[in-house]
């Protein structure tokens, strides 16, 4: 059977006008009762019908969705809770896979999304002459990546500060020897690594602790690459007895690693990692939580509002809260071992 709109609006126990308002991102429905709505309409399965709409407004009702790494857990996340919200409201997604320099170059030389699609919502960072491509299409765009950029909605978290929080609790536990598992900037031009980086390098200034570059090694925002960076790292002279990974991925490695080095956590070395994956909590890792998915839904329902709204000026910048963690793999380090 067809879902109407009058069954979420049954279900949620409003009126079919604030469902179709709260799935169109309209003004008039509290943040709390949209949430509720886009929820209850995923669950039931109902898709707005967009044919009468469609000729009347012009729009093709579909949405263009870049992302660099559709596979990647924080970008899969994100495009998940982002579909669910545009398809409750009627509208399609429409996918670019860019993970190559070579796909990237081709997507903004042809720019191949002109005129089909009403919005984007870009997951990765564009270069200047990238941003301006997209600039040109004349349609709304959003991000969860990165930070405030002319023309762009941006729903993000202070990276920055989230790193100072993770490094500050290994500090206040004694930590001296505090390594660091990180992700590169390029060539897909993230911000998060060197923004993570800064908060890393704050915390130890304010402890007076000197930086050590021997101290960071780079784990491409991956298990793999976590396992082989925390290698790298017990491979040093004098090896960290405290850690904190850019992300939960690579702590997961750097944890796999030390399993693998027959080394206790935390009893031997203190590992800390962003984004609470949601394997962290098995796992026990101590972390910085982030609202991945309700990045997504918020980029998503702004779209939808500047849709419906495009005189409501320019776009401000989001920022959504996080909050630390503390779960099993910190603790003081061994008297021994601290430097």
Known sequence: MTVSITDVAEATGVSASTVSRAL??????????RARIVAVAADLGYTASRSASSLASGRTYTIGVVVPYVGRWFFGTVLDAAEKVFSAAGYDVLLYNLGSPEARKRFF???????????VLSLLIPDPEEAAALCSLGVPLATTVGGARPGFTVVGIDDRGGAESAVRHLVNLGHRRIGMISGASEPLHWTTPLDRRQGYLD???????????????????TVEGGERAMTELLALRHPPTAVFAQSDEMAMGALRALRRHR???????SVVGFDDHELSEVVGLTTVAQPVAAQGREAARLLLTRLDGPDAGPPRPVEMPIRFILRETTAPPHTGRQR
């Open 263 to 269: 080394l206790r956590v935390p009893e031997d070395v």
């Open 203 to 221: 915390v130890l200034a304010d402890a007076g602790i000197e930086p050590d570059t021997a101290l960071e090694a780079d784990g491409g925002y």
């Open 109 to 119: 030389t042809k720019l191949p999304i002109r005129k089909r699609v009403d919005a």
């Open 24 to 33: 169109r991102g309209r003004s008039g429905v509290s943040e709390q009762m």
